[in-house]
C-alpha cells in the first residue's frame, strides 16, 4: 500500500507527505508499533547490517503521532551528522527537531495551543527531552474520549492505590522519585519509574500497604 495512504490514518493528512519522503531519503524502516506504556517512539541507529529504525505508538492522536515521528527523525538526522558525538537531547538534536518541525509549522497543522507547547519546550533547556509535561498535556487534550471513567494519569491517583496497565498486571503507586513516579508490581514486587502522565486504570477502592 502506498506509503501516504498509510501515514494518513495516523497524522494529518496534510503532514503525510512529507514524512513519507523522510522514510525514503533517509532510507528508514518505519514502524507503527503497538502500545507502549513507557514511550511513545523509539530510534534505532545503524547496526549488524540494519539501518536506521523508527517506530512509532499506532494509538497516538495525529498530532501526537505527528510529534514523535519528528522528534525520532531528528535523532536519525542528528545521528548521521554527529554519530555517538552528540547527547541524545543535546542542542545539536533540539537545533534539528526545530528545523524539521518548521515545515509544518508554515502548513500550520497544529492548533495554536501545541505549537505554543513546541515552541516553549524547544526553546527551554531545562525541558531535557520529550517527556516534556506541559507539551504532552498539551497533545493529550485532542486524545477521543476514553470508554472507561476509571482511565486516569499516574498523577492523579492516590499515593497506595492499585492501578492497572492495558496488559492486565496491577501495580501500587509510590512516592514521586524527581520527574517519575515509583511503581511496584503487585505480583512479582519490582519495582518500575512511570511517568506522571502514564494513562493506567484505577482499581476502584483498592489500596495496598
Not at 500500500?1 to 513519507?20: C, F, N
Not at 531519503?25 to 506504556?37: H, V, W
Not at 498523577?155 to 501495580?171: C, N, Q, S, Y
Request: net charge positive.
Amino acid at each position: 500500500m502506498d506509503k501516504v495512504k498509510v501515514l494518513e490514518k495516523y497524522l494529518p493528512a496534510e503532514a503525510a507527505p512529507l514524512i513519507a519522503r523522510w522514510i525514503d531519503y533517509f532510507k528508514c524502516e518505519f514502524k507503527i508499533s503497538r502500545n507502549r506504556n513507557s514511550k511513545f517512539g523509539d530510534y534505532r541507529s545503524p547496526y549488524g547490517g540494519k539501518g536506521h529504525r523508527i517506530s512509532v505508538n499506532y494509538d497516538l492522536n495525529p498530532y501526537a503521532f505527528l510529534v514523535t515521528t519528528v522528534h525520532e527523525f531528528a535523532h536519525l538526522h542528528t545521528w548521521n551528522e554527529h554519530k555517538q558525538n552528540a547527547k541524545p537531547h543535546g542542542t545539536e538534536w533540539k537545533n534539528n527537531f526545530k528545523k524539521m518541525m518548521q515545515p509544518f509549522f508554515e502548513k500550520e497543522i497544529f492548533p495554536p495551543d501545541i505549537k505554543k507547547a513546541i515552541v516553549n519546550y524547544l526553546d527551554n533547556p531545562a525541558a531535557s527531552s520529550c517527556s516534556d509535561l506541559n507539551l504532552y498535556r498539551s497533545l493529550r487534550k485532542y486524545d477521543p474520549p476514553k470508554e472507561s471513567e476509571a482511565i486516569l494519569t499516574v498523577e492523579k491517583i492516590p499515593l497506595k492505590a492499585l492501578f492497572k496497565l492495558k496488559d492486565g498486571r496491577v501495580f501500587r503507586k509510590d512516592e514521586k522519585l524527581r520527574k517519575r513516579f515509583k511503581c511496584t508490581e503487585v505480583a512479582t514486587r519490582r519495582v518500575y519509574l512511570f511517568s506522571p502522565v502514564a494513562e493506567v486504570e484505577l482499581i476502584e477502592g483498592a489500596t495496598a500497604a
